[in-house]
């Protein structure tokens, strides 16, 4: 869960307020000092834009991806240009507007 935080760049604050959850609750949820219940383990995952089984994941944080050309949304914007998602979902963290 850490390290899903932190490859977001989100604080505990961030997280916390977002979820529901107090930062020092998230803070030992985090260290094992904590269990979390299925419905704040649901809100946490939320607030991080992730599933709760990604939350048990423990291989680490995703290895960021480019989509290939072929695979990428897009969505027009008539003669302003098109804005296109080159990473894929849920950790969508690059757009590009492309004129």
Known sequence: ?????????????????????SESFLSQVERG?????????RRIAGALGVSVADLF???????????RRADRPSLGFGILGTKR????????????FVG
């Open 57 to 67: 994941d423990s291989s680490g944080p995703p290895e960021p991806q480019v989509l």
């Open 1 to 21: 869960m850490r390290d899903i935080r932190r490859f977001r760049r989100a604080t505990l604050r961030t997280v916390a307020e977002r979820a529901g959850v």
């Open 33 to 41: 000092r904590a269990s979390a219940s299925v419905a704040s383990l």
């Open 85 to 96: 998602l080159l990473t894929p979902r849920p950790l969508h963290h690059l757009e590009v």
